[in-house]
């Protein structure tokens, strides 16, 4: 019974740190290590600076639908600045807002006018109220929708600006970690270059945001958690932009760049995911101790060798049935633009091909983002067929969630296409699927199709892990995919259980 108490509350303290979400790839943060203050805010700077720039009237708008969903249909928006729900199609409703004002940084339409983590949808209403104030505690309220307020600020706060807008309790963390992203990653645009507007963030290295707004920030920050939206939220983004949040990741990282460890050296092995300087963030719950019994046959999932995963049910298809202008065999027959469909909303560089889209230009990148896949979370079987232009330019690169795979095919414009199989073993829940092909590497593509990864059971009692015994390391292997396979929840406790068992009697 001592044993059996162990494993749970060792499976109960590691499950405590686990997302049911993607996480960051494994080499994503790797140049934040052994960094603190202004040195780890920069090597922040240089991770997260390289995305793509989303136009702002054209691809910004499409990928809300993928982004900021806050219903199973995807068909509402996710709004922070009111309580109201509202469809993508009710525009007359709710627009784009910069939560930290663009006038302070005069305006200009570079990356951070469209980057998508910090210009969000908001109800028009309170868009227009909030003006181009800071965020901040009001004293005296002028106007309310319930959700945020606007007014004088208390002592101490708003800087040079007479008002400022306060968020939901609910949201305040969710608001400080959009401050934190833009400071880090845009701390050298145009802050303050406009005479007639007031900034309260400098072009500096560090802090760049005002004393009293990082303190306030750091604040709401740790009060308010990182939740599963915003996990949600980074993740989804990450597909359509490139990159991610870092403190919504990390939170502890505004610590060490603007809190009580600025003198401590970022140690990224020992960091947790989520969790903030209070100990507090995302959880898996699970069962009190006493409440487990052991339970029927061994229902777990292993991790197997890729090959052996088969294809189950379709998830997404997409045949370019519907492009009929063109064709595939020659360099003038793709001429006319394709501006994308349901499946693919957010398209670039992609032109009609004869029943096939064609990717990429010789100056310009081609890409393909999926609409939101309805799926749990766990493996996925990806197939295209592709073949490139009248010689092989380059390789495609296709991508799901965090996890992407560079694609090398031979087949040329004047061969047959050439079908590709992948697997992706980790894919979270609701990914984003994306293609692309670089510029200069003009390639056709004939189809896309993504299936449910079927993963076969294992053989041998209790042997999760295929190593022909039923031991510890069995154990280990579940909990390694309570972390990274969600289907239909019999991944859990009561298989460790129950493999413990049979090792008993054994």
């Known amino acids: 019974m001592i044993i059996r108490r ?54 910004l708008p499409k990928a809300y639908e993928l982004v900021y969903y806050c219903d199973d249909n995807r068909s509402n928006v996710y709004d922070m600045f009111s309580y109201d729900t509202y469809s993508y199609s009710s525009t007359g409703t709710w627009n784009k807002e910069h939560v930290v004002p663009n006038s302070w940084w005069n305006g200009t339409k570079n ?26 505690t009001v004293g005296s309220q002028t106007w309310s929708n319930g959700c945020i ?33 833009v400071a880090t990653c845009y701390s050298d645009i145009g802050w303050g270059t406009n005479s007639n507007v007031k900034s309260e963030i400098s072009k500096e290295d560090w802090p760049t945001l005002n004393p009293w707004l990082y303190q306030l920030l750091l604040k709401w920050h740790n009060q308010d958690p990182v939740s599963r939206k915003e996990i949600q939220i980074n993740n989804s983004a990450e597909s359509v932009q490139g990159n991610r949040n870092p ?77 009929t202008s063109g064709d ?8 006319d633009y394709w501006s994308g469909n349901t499946n693919f909303p957010m398209v670039s560089a992609t032109y009609q091909a004869g029943g096939a889209v064609k990717l990429a230009t010789s100056k310009k990148e081609g890409s393909l983002t999926s609409r939101t896949i309805d799926y749990a979370g766990g493996p996925i079987v990806v197939e295209l ?23 090398e095919y031979k087949a040329k414009m004047t061969d047959k296409f050439e079908t590709i199989r992948l697997i992706f073993n980790n894919v979270p829940a609701n990914p984003i699927l994306t293609v692309k092909s670089p510029a200069g590497s003009r390639c056709f593509v004939d189809y896309v199709v993504a299936y449910e990864g079927i993963v076969p059971q294992p053989q041998v009692p209790a ?18 995919c309570m972390q990274t396979y969600e289907a239909d929840g ?6 460790v259980l129950t493999i413990y068992d049979y090792i008993q009697t054994e």
Do not use: C
């Open 328 to 335: 595939n065999t020659s360099t003038s027959g793709s001429a």
């Open 385 to 407: 067929a592709v073949k490139g232009w009248s010689k092989i330019e380059g390789s495609i690169t296709v991508s799901l969630g965090s996890e992407q795979q560079v694609v």
């Open 247 to 323: 403190f919504i990741d990390y939170p502890v990282l505004a610590d060490y760049i603007w809190g009580t460890y600025q003198s401590t050296d970022f140690n990224l092995s020992a960091a947790v995911l989520y969790q903030h300087i209070s100990g507090s963030g995302p959880v898996v719950p699970v069962e009190p101790v006493d409440t487990i019994v052991p339970v029927e046959p061994i229902d777990t999932i292993a991790p197997v060798d890729p090959s052996e995963i088969q294809k189950g049910d379709e998830l997404f298809a997409e045949y370019f049935d519907e492009l």
């Open 149 to 181: 307020k606007v007014g004088k600020p208390v002592s101490g706060q708003g800087g040079t600006y007479n008002n400022v807008f306060e968020p939901a309790d609910e949201y305040k963390g969710d608001f400080a970690r959009i401050y934190f992203y």
């Open 463 to 480: 042997d999760v892990n295929h190593d022909g015994t039923a031991d510890t390391q069995d154990v280990l292997a579940i909990y390694e």
């Open 111 to 136: 990356a951070a006018y469209s980057d998508i983590f910090s210009v969000i949808p908001s109800e028009k209403t309170a868009n227009n109220r909030k003006s181009n104030f800071p965020i901040g």
């Open 490 to 495: 019999t991944v859990d406790t009561q298989d």
């Open 6 to 59: 162990f494993i749970h509350l060792m499976i109960v303290a590691m499950t405590a740190t686990a997302a049911v979400m993607a996480q960051p790839s494994a080499t994503y943060y790797n140049s934040i290590d052994g960094k603190a203050k202004v040195a780890l805010k920069l090597a922040l700077k240089s991770i997260i600076s390289n995305h793509k720039t989303l136009s702002y009237s054209g691809e």
